[in-house]
């Protein structure tokens, strides 16, 4: 993980993926992840985040599986053991505020670097494919932490978007935990 006690966090791209590179299957499903991980298996990581950034839809489908009760929403208990403050990247803030999030307009830079420094010196976890990319072709990202889960699913929403372009990485360690495969990558500058 990153190293904490220095004050150091790092923007990590933290996702599970399919074997054939899903981080949701069709209409955006994710439920298909806890078959494999449950929300909390690894305390670890939750410990060594400070903040989130994701982008709006990432936004709309976590609330969507709250509202839904489905399983790995907060609704059902089985939420991931985070509690630092939450960003949403949006060119559209909704006109109800949500009072756990705080939403952000503008450069994804400034986006990044607000959220940075409200992780505490923890790090910053970037959940969502267009925003992940875009953080990707900016330079902005240090890490990207993906759970490999043991399954095909043909469709849905491909880890980046498309055009991302080749990105180079330093592969940092594999490991296993039950069925998951860990990898975790250092962004090449």
């Known amino acids: 993980m990153s190293d904490t006690s220095a004050g150091t966090g790092k923007v990590v791209v933290n996702r599970s993926m399919s074997l054939d590179g899903f981080i949701a299957g069709p209409g955006d499903a994710m439920d298909w992840i806890f078959d494999f991980v449950a929300p909390d298996e690894f305390p670890e990581i939750a410990a060594a985040t400070g903040a989130m950034l994701i982008g709006r839809r990432t936004y709309e489908v976590a609330n969507r599986m709250d509202a839904g009760n489905e399983r790995g929403s907060g609704a059902t208990g089985e939420a991931y053991p985070f509690s630092g403050p939450v960003f949403v990247l949006t060119h559209r803030p909704p006109d109800t505020p949500d009072p756990e999030v705080t939403f952000l307009t503008g450069d994804i830079g400034a986006a990044v670097a607000t959220a940075l420094d409200a992780a505490g010196g923890r790090n910053l976890e970037i959940l969502g494919t267009d ?5 990707l072709r900016r330079g902005l990202v240090d890490e990207i932490l993906v759970y490999v889960l ?40």
């Open 150 to 189: 043991p399954v095909l699913l043909g469709d849905g929403i491909r880890f980046s978007s498309p055009g991302l372009g080749r990105i180079d990485l330093e592969p940092l360690g594999a490991t296993r935990s039950g069925t998951v495969t860990i990898l975790r990558f250092r962004v090449r500058a």
């Open 131 to 135: 925003l992940a990319s875009q953080c």
